[in-house]
């Protein structure tokens, strides 16, 4: 299993065969145009450059919410020379729009756009793994898998009331709220500049105008940052820390059915405060369950949260496991999904009160 520190290889280096690969797959799967009459990749990019020109960089969706530079520029970049390298001439269209790229200032402000269920999801976020002290700027591989699998699985999630731990930008709630018709759904997260570009995604993907009230984060009472309705579904945001809240005041506000988390399981540190705040909102209600979607970095870490969360009473039942690829798809990660219950009876009826939820 790859390390998050392990370098990755440069996107120049693969071959054509994985650049079209891409192409094919994250781009145009999701939009109504047919390649499977085409034989060979070379030919399909070859013969349809202004169509995969308009459905990516040209697209107007990325127009309105632009996705970060340099990812366009490798994407174009990468089309340019595999074209060149076989000699076919390289549309006038393409040229342009990689040299305007070129000749226009990045921002450290960019979206990114998922395609879920029947349509896309367009997240507001910063372009750094760590942005101003938070790690919460960027949707990462567990969030992406998690949103997916509350699509497919939405009579899970179907009339629920559902608190989100570490929401960050949003995607999951997004889609929980945009498929699965939940009761309520909590939107939770503590770092300032994360919850104003959250209320920003919500607004923009839902298309609601909700009641907002911002509140700086100042004691250890959860903040309500937004009140609201999407649909039939109540939409809350919270200014919820885990290692300053006080457990006795979860449960004047918040009463889940079930818990969603992505990619939290990363820091040994924060351990003991994320399975204190599951214990105490999954042991009032033995139906309840936390769904956890965990990145696979190091096999270890995980082996140290599961093992410490079971001193708790708490056990977990995998749900799914994926393997995928990352931003620069050269190398494998995998994502697990837990479904996560705190245990109050004997073994055998422990087993069966977690399958019972699958």
Known sequence: MNNSNEKHKNSNDLNPNVILNKIKNEFLTSVPFRYSSIKNQVEFVAENQNKILNKTVSHKLNKKFPVKKSFQIDFLKNIIRMLESINVEVNELVYKEYLKLLNTKDSDIHFSHFFIGNKYISIKGKGNIISDGTTGLVVWEAAKILAHYCVKHKELFYHKEILELGCG???????????????????????????????????????????????????????????????????????????????????????????LAADVIYDLSTFHSLINVLVELLKKNEKSRAILSCTIRNISTLEAFLNH??????????????????????????????????????????????????
Not at 310 to 327: A, C, D, G, P
């Open 169 to 259: 930008l949003g995607l999951n709630g997004i889609a929980a709220l945009l498929y699965c018709k939940p009761k309520q759904y909590y939107f939770t997260d503590v770092h300032d500049e994360v919850l104003e570009y959250l209320l920003y995604n919500i607004s923009q993907n839902l298309n609601e105008k909700f009641f907002t009230k911002f509140e700086k984060h100042q004691d250890d009472i959860p903040k309500i940052l937004l009140n609201g309705m999407y649909g039939l579904s109540n939409v809350t945001i919270l200014n919820f820390a885990w290692e300053t809240l006080k457990i006795s005041k979860i449960d004047e506000i918040i009463k889940p059915d079930l818990i």
């Open 309 to 358: 969360m079971h001193k708790y009473n708490l056990q977990e039942f995998l749900l799914t496991s994926v393997e995928t690829w990352s931003l620069n798809f050269d190398y494998k990660c995998e994502v697990k999904i837990f479904s996560v219950q705190y245990l109050i009876s004997n073994n055998a009826a422990r087993t069966h009160q977690v399958e019972e939820f699958i």
